[in-house]
């Protein structure tokens, strides 16, 4: 048995994970000592947030433009392009891509895709051809600074990813990842989660969440004392208690009346929600919460100070507070890893639409493409286009009000026949 012993525990310490001494939080749980709920995403309010900026940067379409001499033009379309806007691997859409890696981004803290590819050669040198895009599981992957030059690369980022599947570990340069993280980075490299900033902020709004569910198991009934004379037995205590508990709570025994012996008194232990300020204390985490990731108190639902004008200037406070960071971020690594020199040189460069999140009701979306199209601003097949319409023969031309004149020409008419 000693030697079964010995193979065992031998196989434990081969197989455990090793952590770092300085990680206390990973050194907790390989210890095996648990504090709060990892499960942190079933709070409501962190759950919104979560969604609200991933959905954000989901349906924030990216666009291909070129700089040129005279103006901002839409570039045509590259292979690269259709895997960023069209469909970036096989089984996903952009719009899942963007999704996911916000969703890890802003729960780990960091945001990775692997830009899968091969190297061409040509006649002189050659090119990286990326063949796909994926997004990898921020928690499955370490990244590495080759400060001696291991690698070939003296103060170059690795990304060492670890298969949750299959257990294997991959490799790859930083050129072949994109990696996307939060403001919160002391080292510029890696970033930090509000979860892990918020930690007892956030485990304690998902404790008063718990504890919420667990008074309505109960069918909102209080604690009680039961009071006896006499001393009884440990296991006569425990029988009378789950008699109680079985008859008295739960939703199906709310408002339920039983008998009492004689020498028994059930007393109530009121503590009302009320009293303790429960809800105005959750309802300041949530704020805190939501604060702490750039959410709006009408995106969370909390509608207690804003009206209808205002929940809109709340959606364009959130567009220049919070989205445009991150839209500006992403921008920023996507043309740093997918365009080429050459590219960069030309001009080409990739940005997110963020006209999208401030799409207007009808009215409002023809008022201005009028005025727009007859201050010459806009072309008339450019507001079709905005309409998804098709374009006009003649509507390649800019057309303003015939009675509009140049600057330099004002007070002319005045100057013939007269003062």
């Known amino acids: 048995m000693r030697i079964l012993d010995r193979l065992k525990n031998a196989w434990n310490v081969l197989t455990r994970p090793a952590v770092y001494m300085d990680d206390d939080d990973e050194l907790k749980e390989w210890l095996g000592i648990t504090g709060t709920n990892p499960d942190v995403e079933k709070e409501v309010t962190y759950y919104t947030c979560l969604k609200m900026l991933s959905e954000t940067m989901g349906k924030?379409?990216?666009?291909?433009?070129?700089?040129?001499?005279?103006?901002?033009i839409r570039a045509e379309p590259t292979k690269i392009t259709r895997l960023l806007s069209v469909r970036p691997n096989t089984i996903m859409t952009p719009t899942t891509l963007w999704t996911t890696t916000e969703m890890n981004c802003q729960h780990y803290?960091?945001?990775?895709?692997?830009?899968?590819?091969?190297?061409?050669?040509?006649?002189?040198?050659g090119h990286y051809k990326v063949l796909d895009l994926w997004p990898m599981q921020a928690n499955c992957v370490t990244v590495y600074m080759d400060d001696v030059g291991v690698f070939g690369g003296k103060?170059?980022?690795?990304?060492?990813?670890?298969?949750?599947?299959?257990?294997?570990?991959?490799?790859?340069?930083?050129?072949?990842?994109?990696?996307?993280?939060?403001?919160?980075?002391?080292?510029?490299?890696?970033?930090?989660?509000v979860r892990e900033i918020l930690q007892d902020t956030v485990g304690g709004a998902l404790e008063s969440q718990n504890f919420m569910n667990n008074l309505y198991r109960q069918g909102l009934?209080?604690?009680?004392?039961?009071?006896?004379?006499?001393?009884?037995?440990?296991s006569k205590i425990k029988a009378l208690q789950k008699k109680f508990a079985d008859k008295l709570s739960g939703p199906k025994n709310a408002g339920r009346v039983i008998p009492v012996p004689i020498g028994l008194q059930l007393t109530p232990l009121?503590?009302?929600?009320?009293?303790?300020?429960?809800?105005?204390?959750?309802?300041?985490?949530?704020?805190?919460?939501?604060?702490?990731?750039?959410?709006?108190?009408?995106?969370?639902?909390?509608?207690?100070?804003?009206?209808?004008?205002?929940?809109?200037?709340?959606?364009?406070?959130?567009?220049?507070?919070?989205?445009?960071?991150?839209?500006?971020m992403y921008e920023e690594e996507i043309n740093a890893k997918v365009l080429s020199l050459k590219e960069e040189e030309a001009g080409y460069f990739y940005k997110f639409n963020e006209k999208a999140i401030l799409r207007t009701d009808t009215?409002?979306?023809?008022?201005?493409?009028?005025?727009?199209?007859?201050?010459?601003?806009?072309?008339?097949?450019e507001a079709r286009r905005y309409l998804d319409m098709p374009d006009d023969p003649d509507g390649d031309k800019l057309i303003v009000n015939g009675n509009y004149i140049p600057l330099e020409k004002v007070g002319t008419q005045y100057t013939k026949g007269g003062e």
């Not at 199209?373 to 072309?379: A, D, H, L, S, T």
Request: glycine fraction near 8%; charged fraction near 25%; hydrophobic fraction near 30%.
């Open 109 to 125: 803290g960091n945001g990775y895709i692997w830009m899968r590819g091969t190297f061409e050669r040509e006649k002189y040198g």
């Open 363 to 381: 009215k409002t979306q023809m008022e201005m493409l009028k005025d727009a199209v007859n201050n010459g601003i806009y072309r008339p097949n």
């Open 60 to 72: 924030v379409p990216l666009k291909y433009y070129q700089e040129t001499p005279k103006g901002r």
């Open 221 to 234: 009934s209080a604690s009680m004392a039961l009071q006896y004379a006499g001393d009884l037995e440990e």
């Open 270 to 328: 009121k503590m009302t929600l009320t009293d303790a300020q429960f809800f105005e204390l959750k309802k300041y985490s949530a704020l805190q919460i939501a604060g702490a990731f750039g959410i709006k108190p009408n995106q969370i639902n909390n509608y207690e100070k804003s009206s209808y004008s205002n929940s809109e200037t709340q959606q364009l406070a959130f567009l220049v507070d919070t989205a445009l960071y991150r839209l500006k």
């Open 155 to 193: 103060g170059k980022l690795y990304y060492q990813y670890n298969d949750p599947k299959t257990g294997e570990q991959y490799l790859f340069r930083s050129s072949e990842v994109m990696h996307f993280k939060t403001w919160y980075s002391l080292n510029g490299i890696m970033g930090k989660s």
